[in-house]
C-alpha cells in the first residue's frame, strides 16, 4: 500500500526538482497554496537535507513563506555555501597531497556532483568528503590522510589490529576527522559493503575532472559509473533521504531522452539495474522528471519495482516526513528486506545474510579468535541483549 504524501513532503519535493523552470516554480506554488504548516515544513526540508534546494525554489517561485520560516531557511542556506566552500577547498587539498604521493583517488559526490548536478557549489547539502582509493592503496592512503592532520574515529582508534583487520573485510571504509578544522573524510576502497553490488573494475580508470572554478578541478566519476552508484545508494539506503533523489533527478534532467535510456542501460549492466529503475520511477513520481513514457510503463509492470516504490515512500515519509526510519521502532525492517530485491544473484543474496547476520559492534564488544568467527550470527542476539541490559543497568545508578 503506497503511503499518503503530506503537504509539507510534497512542497519539498517540488522544490527538490531541477533546472529551475517556469514548471517547476509553478509545481512549487501549487503545492505552497494547499493547507500546509510551515514549521513542519522547515523541518521536513532539514531531514530531507535539501535545505538549499528549498531555499533555491522558493526564491525562484516567490509564494508566501511565513517572515520567520524564511529567515531560517534563508540563514541556513547561507550556512551550507560556506560549508560547502570550505569541503570543496578541503578535497582540492587533499586532491593535491594524493596527487604528489602518487596515490590514485576519485572524489564521490560532493563538490564534483554539485557541479554536475546543479551547476553550483551552494545547492547541495555535503556533511563530510568521500574519498575512494584502490583497495591496494589502503594503506598509503591511510598514511598520507593522517599525515594531513586526520584521525580515525570510526571505528575508534582504540581498537587492535585483529579488530582493525576484521572490520576491513566487512566494511566499505572508515571515518576520519581533521584535528584542527573537525572537516569529516570517509575513506573508502569499495563503493559498497556487499562486494558484488555494483561492479567496480575500471572506476579509477575511467574517473574525470570536474571544474570547479578556472583551473581548479576534483575528480570523480565517469557518467556511466556515477549514475549507477547514486541509483544503488539510495536504493540500499531505501531513498529516505529526498536530497540523494535529487540528485539523481538533476543528473537526468541534464540528459536527452537516448541519454536518459544510456544511463539506465549502464546501470543494468553493473548489475543494479533495479536499483536504477527504482530512481527512475521515482524521480518522475515525485520530481516531475521526464522520463521515456515507454520505459516508465515497462517498470511499472513489475510487482516487485511497485513494492519497492512504496517501500521507499513509506521509509521517505517516516514519522510525517520528519523523521528517519532507523529512529522508529522496526523502521528499517522493510527497508532492510527490499535490499534483497536488488539483485538476482545469488552471491549478492549470500554477502547480504552474511552482512545482517554478523554485527560490527559485536566485533568491538567480543573479538572471537579467527576460527571461532562464525559464532558471530549466533551470538548476535545474546550480545543484544547483554549491551541493552548493562545500559539499562547504568543508566538506574
Known sequence: MTPSLSQEFLLAAACSGWPPSDRRSEAIREAARGPLDWDRFLRVAIRHRVVGLVHDGLTRAGPSVPP????????????????????????????????????????????????????????????????????????????????????????PAGISKAQLQLLTRMRRDFGYVHEE???????????????????????????????????????????????????AHGALHWWYQLKWLADVGALLAGASTDGVERLYGAAEARGVGRAAALALLLCQR???????????????????????????????????????????????????????????SWRYWLAELTGHATCETDVLTLLLPKQLRFLYPILRVPLWLWRHSSHRIRSLR
Open 68 to 155: 520567520g520560516v524564511a529567515q531560517a531557511i534563508g540563514a541556513q542556506a547561507a550556512a551550507l555555501v560556506l560549508k560547502n566552500l570550505a569541503l570543496a577547498a578541503e578535497g582540492v587539498r587533499l586532491q593535491r597531497l594524493f596527487a604528489e604521493a602518487n596515490v590514485p583517488v576519485v572524489f564521490i559526490k560532493g563538490a564534483p556532483l554539485a557541479m554536475l548536478a546543479y551547476g553550483n557549489l551552494g545547492l547541495r547539502q555535503s556533511k563530510d568528503l568521500d574519498l575512494l582509493v584502490p583497495a591496494e592503496s589502503t594503506p598509503a592512503a591511510t598514511a598520507l590522510v593522517e599525515r594531513a592532520g586526520y584521525r580515525r574515529f570510526d571505528p
Open 181 to 231: 578544522s573537525q572537516v569529516e573524510i570517509e575513506l573508502h576502497w569499495r563503493l559498497f559493503g556487499n562486494p558484488y553490488f555494483m561492479a567496480e573494475t575500471s572506476l579509477i580508470a575511467s574517473s574525470r575532472i570536474v571544474p570547479l572554478t578556472g583551473a581548479i578541478g576534483m575528480r570523480t566519476l565517469a557518467d556511466e559509473d556515477l549514475f549507477p552508484y547514486l541509483c
Open 286 to 344: 515525485l520530481l516531475r522528471t521526464t522520463v521515456p513514457d515507454h520505459l516508465i510503463a515497462t517498470l511499472r509492470e513489475s510487482a516487485t519495482l511497485r513494492w519497492l516504490e512504496a517501500t521507499a515512500l513509506k521509509a521517505m515519509t517516516a514519522g510525517n516526513s520528519e523523521i528517519e526510519p532507523r529512529d522508529i521502532s522496526f523502521g528499517t525492517t522493510r527497508g532492510n528486506l527490499s535490499c534483497f530485491l536488488l539483485s538476482r
